[in-house]
């Protein structure tokens, strides 16, 4: 630099600065330095993915120290035969970058076994962290700006984001209530010219929907007619009861070659916090995932990819107690709902959360409703207005819904029950119309937030 010149950069002085100053850009240009704080040259994505009033009630939950049945992870022990194999894997210093081949070894051998597509090991797998990772690679590898993206409604809440990261249009197709049917018209006038993917989550978060075979079929027709991918997340995919069954979308003639699987332990494990997760797709679309992955995160954590390898290889009995202790959970939820006071018109089919509706006497939204089951009941849950994100011709369902979370230990179902009765009791006296569960005795239209 020439001594005693301009900077040949906009870097004005600090009393330039607190006088909004003009600044010469080599001498030639004139800009006005604008006081603009950093904080509004922030994307527009990152200013979408910015907490929402259902996460602020959730830091009010754990203000109060609420009960929680609002997020979506176990609150009880991992497996000790998956957590000793953790365990042993960092006593045997296995702590650097590690791509885990026998991982994607037995995620070939269970794929065959569960829906009968073979995949090739060595190339069809990137091993994520967590099915967060493999979903955003995924979509990286898949979508350019513009290109438009089918999601259900109402949906679990990352996959937007993603999309919109990759600049690409999400675009929703409403599942009908109470039992969220898929409406084939409604589906299939969705896609343009413009259609990159689907994106099928089943079992369903927040719903509890396990998509039937018939509205799969005519989810993999629509991708074949319009030559697009799907994208499926299948974290719930041990987690069903009754009669239901999870049919992996890849599984339906003709899917196989475009559709990419994402899924991963945290579910089936009960290790949410140990980020294993995978995407599975033909070889050359899985290499372009592996190549993104490596570049956003390059590996899974080391030692509880060792770990996979045993969770993975669990027996058969694992499967069915998992089940049947969720199939449990899932029933105690219901009766403590319905002693509540809720009519549940559809009792969830697979993942580990009730969408409960609102009965229609209590003339209340569900954010006031969550909020003053926190506040006096002291047990969490999630306003469903936060999964929606269609303009419905009746939006008033919107809010209308609460999901429970019941993916909890017997003591935290039962204190939630205990919490919730004692309750209902103290507002006995109280007519059971409009907000009588929802009110403390103090008064009933107190609410903390709108
Ligand atoms: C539908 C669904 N997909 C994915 C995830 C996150 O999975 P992972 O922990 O593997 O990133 C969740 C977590 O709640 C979920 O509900």
New binding site residues.
Partial sequence: MEGGSTPPWPYPNVASCQATPTVELGGAVEVGASEQPMEEKLSEASKRAAPSPIQQLSHLAQRVGAVNLAE??PDFPAPAHVKAAAAAAIAADLNQYRHVQGVCDVLAATMKRDHGFDVDPLTDFAIC???????AAAVFAIIDPGDEVLLFDPA?E?YQTCIELARGVPVYVPLDPPSWTLDADKFLKSFTSRTKAVVL?SP??PTGKVFSKEELLIISQACQQMDCFAIT?E??EYITYDENKHISLASLPGMQQRTIIT?????TYSV?GW???WACAAANIATAIRNIHVKLTDSAPAPFQEAALIALTSTPDYYESLKKDYAERRDFILQLLKNYGFHISFKPQG?VFVFAELPKSWQISDIDFVTNLINNAGVAAVPGRGFFHTDADDQSYHHRYVRFAFCKSDETLKAAAQKMMKLVKSNEKVPHDTQSFCVSKKGRNEHVTK
């Fill in positions: 979506g992870f962290c967590g099915q967060s990772e493999a979903f679990y990352t989550n369903h978060n997340d974290v719930y899924s991963s332990l945290s579910k949410t980020r294993i997760g993942s």
